[in-house]
Nanobody, 124 residues
Framework: QVQLVGSGGGLVQAGGSLRLSCAASRHTFSNYNMGWFRQAPGKEREFVAVIRWSDDYTYYADAVKGRFTISRDNAKNTVYLQMNSLKPEDTAVYYC?????????????????WGQGTQVTVSS
């Protein structure tokens, strides 16, 4: 069982930056694809970004491409989401997630383990 603890959310003005972190409990963290999702009030949880365990391949949702960067530090069992040029529409609860296997997933069902979520609020 992999336990994930997300942190780093907060309140920021539009145009600002935040870095989210997600620490994993398991030493085999390096064998998991790590993803970030977000859920705004009244909306479905949506894919944001993913990083593959085998080669650090990354993929982003169109809404965040060029503004957000996902990275990982296997020595620290931690994945990060650097968010720049934030917009009010980025306001949501952000969740990290872990998935075993080689296939990169973009839906909730592709992930086996979830963090508790961290709130990001971007004011205009």
């Amino acid at each position: 069982q992999v336990q994930l603890v997300g942190s780093g959310g907060g309140l920021v003005q539009a145009g600002g930056s935040l870095r989210l972190s997600c620490a994993a409990s398991r030493h085999t963290f390096s064998n998991y694809n790590m993803g970030w999702f977000r859920q705004a009030p009244g909306k479905e949880r949506e894919f944001v970004a993913v990083i593959r365990w085998s080669d650090d391949y990354t993929y982003y949702a169109d809404a965040v491409k060029g503004r957000f960067t996902i990275s990982r530090d296997n020595a620290k069992n931690t994945v990060y989401l650097q968010m720049n040029s934030l917009k009010p529409e980025d306001t949501a609860v952000y969740y990290c997630a872990a998935a075993s296997g080689l296939r990169v997933g973009f839906t909730r069902n592709d992930y086996d383990h979830w963090g508790q979520g961290t709130q990001v609020t971007v004011s205009s």
